[in-house]
């Protein structure tokens, strides 16, 4: 087992370490307005796209400015687009021409998803394919209850400089790891890879997850993640070395999730020490949540936590 390059990591973390981390108001309120903004985002390829068994048809890539769906067979082939700095919403073909354009600042939830709707059914030239389910429990915001978008410049490019980096990163973590592509879920709305350690008849029955995540009960900040999952998990709990940053977190079973809240991260002043930690974090938790799934298998079953 090759350790995680912690240097490559740090290397990749330097962009995002010496930007704006520091989790203030506006811009957890920015970050939880593009997650609502993804569910409209969303209906193109739940409604449209090619089914995946992952689910991945509904999630998003980060490319240049924002977020990326997925392709949808048509004519023309096209996908949705999610520019995060200012919430506009685009289908866009191969040559990045966009077919269809919305500003989705000042408009209400309802309004944007009839015109995605709209849109996409013009775009793909038939009705959607099949059931979008919108995701369920979603974090609670103003515009869930019918306010407006309403985008704060300062705090939305924040924002998007903070997830353009943190891309960067889990893409070097997942180069490092023979991992999947970063994807971005719209339901818990996490950023992550996912690293299959040990396969059985072509499935996965050990993984590690890495990404960052949106505020939740784990960190009210948000914050980057490590995840270890096991089809059935170790008879015996591992043993978790103290991070020197960071925490592990109990979740019922002998496995843990190790979690670097963004409030902890900001508190660090200086590019090079925050680099430093991420990429103390991330090789450390990961190289510690490999160890923990070597152990022999014991009786229960364990779901993975993020999606």
């Given amino acids: 087992m090759t350790p995680i390059d912690r240097d490559r990591i740090a290397r990749a973390a330097s962009a995002l370490a010496g930007g704006p981390l520091d989790p203030t108001p506006a811009r957890l309120d920015a970050w939880r307005q593009l997650h609502y903004a993804a569910q409209v985002a969303s209906e193109v390829g739940k409604a449209?796209?090619?089914?995946?068994?992952?689910?991945?048809?509904?999630?998003?890539?980060?490319?240049?400015?924002?977020?990326?769906?997925?392709w949808i067979p048509a004519a023309r082939r096209f996908r949705a687009a999610l520019r995060a700095r200012d919430l506009e919403l685009s289908l866009v073909d191969e040559r990045g021409t966009a077919l269809a354009r919305r500003a989705l600042d000042g408009v209400k939830l309802d309004p944007a998803m009839?015109?995605?709707?709209?849109?996409?059914?013009?775009?793909?030239?038939?009705?959607?394919?099949?059931?979008?389910?919108?995701a369920p429990d979603l974090p609670p915001h103003a515009v869930a209850g019918g306010a407006p978008f309403s985008v704060d410049p300062s705090a939305f490019d924040a924002l998007a400089q903070m997830l353009a980096g943190a891309s960067?990163?889990?893409?070097?973590?997942?180069?490092?790891?023979?991992?999947?592509?970063?994807?971005?879920?719209?339901?818990?709305?996490?950023?992550?890879?996912?690293?299959?350690?040990?396969?059985?008849?072509?499935?996965?029955?050990?993984?590690?997850?890495?990404?960052?995540?949106?505020?939740d009960p784990t960190a009210a900040a948000g914050y980057w993640y490590v995840s270890p999952w096991a089809q059935r998990e170790p008879a015996a709990?591992?043993?978790?070395?103290?991070?020197?940053?960071?925490?592990?977190?109990?979740?019922?079973?002998?496995l843990r999730m190790a979690a670097?809240?963004?409030?902890?991260?900001?508190?660090?002043?200086?590019?090079?020490?925050?680099?430093?930690?991420?990429?103390g974090f991330l090789a450390g938790a990961i190289d510690a949540g490999r160890a923990g799934l070597d152990g022999p298998p014991g009786e229960s079953a364990y779901s993975p936590s993020m999606r």
């Fill in 48 to 70: 449209w796209g090619a089914v995946q068994a992952d689910d991945s048809h509904s999630s998003f890539g980060w490319e240049g400015e924002g977020l990326v769906g997925a």
């Fill in 114 to 134: 009839a015109w995605v709707r709209d849109a996409a059914q013009r775009a793909a030239g038939e009705p959607p394919r099949q059931a979008a389910v919108p």
């Fill in 168 to 215: 960067a990163v889990l893409a070097d973590a997942a180069a490092q790891l023979g991992a999947g592509p970063v994807r971005v879920w719209p339901h818990h709305f996490d950023m992550a890879t996912l690293a299959a350690i040990e396969e059985r008849a072509g499935s996965a029955v050990k993984t590690i997850g890495v990404g960052l995540a949106p505020p």
């Fill in 237 to 254: 709990p591992p043993r978790w070395p103290a991070l020197a940053h960071g925490r592990w977190v109990e979740r019922g079973g002998a």
């Fill in 260 to 279: 670097l809240p963004l409030d902890e991260l900001a508190a660090l002043r200086g590019g090079s020490p925050r680099a430093d930690a991420i990429a």
